[in-house]
C-alpha cells in the first residue's frame, strides 16, 4: 500500500492549527491538515465561534507572514488603550480606573479584535487556495505511529500519512497529545465565562475595558460597528453557577445585569448575538515534544481569558517552531530540533501560565480585604512609570 507523504501534517484546524498550516505552507513546507469538523463561518448559525481574538502586535507580524493578514485587516478592530477598572467596594462603581496607552511602548496599537467564526471563514479560504497546503475537513487523526526517521498518522478516512513532523494543534483533550504518551496538569476554578457580542450608545474609542469586582473578569474588548451602532465583544467570567443563572436569564434581564456589571461606562448594554459558554482552566503538558511530533496551543497549554494570552501564546509557539524549521529544513522533526522547541517554549508558557492564574485568583476575589489588596496593587503598579511599561511589553509577549 502506498503512503502519501508530507513534510508537516498540522492535526487540528482551529485557529492555532489553520495558523500552523498556513505559515509553514508559506515557508514552502508541503503541509497535510485535518480537522473533524468543518468550521462554521457565519456569525448568527448555530455552533458558530462567538468569541473574538485580539491579536497582539507579534501574533500580527506572524500572520502577514504567513500571509493570512491581508484578508484580515479590513474586519479587524484596533485595541489603542487597555483600561483597567477596579469595581470592588460596596457599590458596583468604578473606585480605580487606569489606562494603559499603547503609545507608551510603540507607534502601533496594542493589536487588533476578529472574530473567531470570521478568522475561520478567511483562513480556510486562503488554505484552499495555497498549492503546498491540502486541507481536509471531516477528517480526524485517530492514531501515530512514530520511528526516528518519520511518523505515520492514521485518518478516519481510513487512509494512512506519513511525514517528518506531526504539528499537534488538535485542542485540549488532543488526540495526537494522548497517542505520544504526553500528560498534562489542569487546575480547575469552577468558573466559567459567557461570551458574545453586545451594542452601546456610547462609542468605545477603541479601548478595551476590564471591569474586576468578584468572580472573575468582565472585559468588553471593541468591534466594529454593528448595525450601525458601536459594538463590544463580552467575556464575562462568573463561578459557575452564577454563570449559568446569566446564560439562563431572559434577555432583558440579562441586558439589565450586564449594564449594572459593566458599571454602566458605556451606558445600557444590549445583547448582539447568542450567548455562549465555556469552562474556564489552567493546563499545561508535561513536555511539549516527543518523538517527531510537537504540541502547540491548547494541546500544549490553556489559560483563562485574561489580557488577550491564549491565542497569543499559542502563535509564539508556532514563531519558535517555525523560525527552527526555517533555519534547518532539512532536520524538521528531528530529535534536536525538537528538544530546541521545548526548552525554548515549555518555561516561558509555564511563567506565563502561573502570572494568569495569579490575576484570575485576584480577580475572583470574593472577599473586601481581598479586593481592597487588589485595588491597591493596581494603584501601586500603575503609579511606577517604569513597571508599567514592563508589565504591557510583557502583555505583548514582547518579554
Ligand atoms: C471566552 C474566551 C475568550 C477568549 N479570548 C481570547 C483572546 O481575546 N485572545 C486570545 O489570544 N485568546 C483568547 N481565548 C483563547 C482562544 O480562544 C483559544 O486559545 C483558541 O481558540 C484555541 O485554539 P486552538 O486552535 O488551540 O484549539 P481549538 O479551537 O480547540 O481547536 C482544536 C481543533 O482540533 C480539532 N480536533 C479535535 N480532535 C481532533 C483529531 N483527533 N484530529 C484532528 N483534529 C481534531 C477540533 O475539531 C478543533 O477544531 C479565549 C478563550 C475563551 C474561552
Known sequence: MTHQHFDIVVSGGGIAGLTAAAAFGQAGFSVLCVDPTPPVTERDVAG?????????QPARSLLQDAGLWARLEDHAAPLQTMRIVDAGGAEPKPRVIKDFD??????????????????????VAHLNEMPTVDL????????????????????SDGTTVTCKLVVAADG????????AGIDVKTTRYGQKALALAVT???????VSTEIHRSGGPFTLVPLPDFEGKPSSALVWMERSARAHELFDLPEEAFNAAMTERSCTLFGPLTLASRRTI????????????????ALIAETAHVVPPIGAQGLNTSLGDLKVLLDL?????????GREILAKYDQKRRSDVAMRIKGIDLLNRASMAQSPILRNARAAGLQALYGMAPVRKMLMQMGLGAK
Open 172 to 179: 485540549r483533550n488532543s488526540t495526537i497529545r494522548q497517542k
Open 278 to 293: 465555556w469552562p474556564i482552566i489552567s493546563q499545561i503538558a508535561d513536555r511539549f515534544a516527543s518523538e517527531r511530533v
Open 136 to 155: 481536509r475537513l471531516g477528517v480526524s487523526s485517530t492514531d501515530l505511529f512514530t520511528r526516528q526517521a518519520e511518523a505515520r498518522v492514521q485518518l
Open 200 to 206: 452601546h450608545p456610547i462609542p468605545h474609542e477603541n
Open 48 to 56: 458558530s465561534d462567538l468569541r473574538t481574538t485580539a491579536f497582539l
Open 102 to 123: 499603547a503609545a507608551d511602548i510603540s507607534d502601533l496599537p496594542f493589536g487588533w479584535n476578529l472574530p473567531n467564526w470570521l478568522l475561520r471563514r478567511e483562513m
Open 325 to 333: 524549521a526555517v533555519e534547518q529544513p532539512d532536520t524538521i522533526g
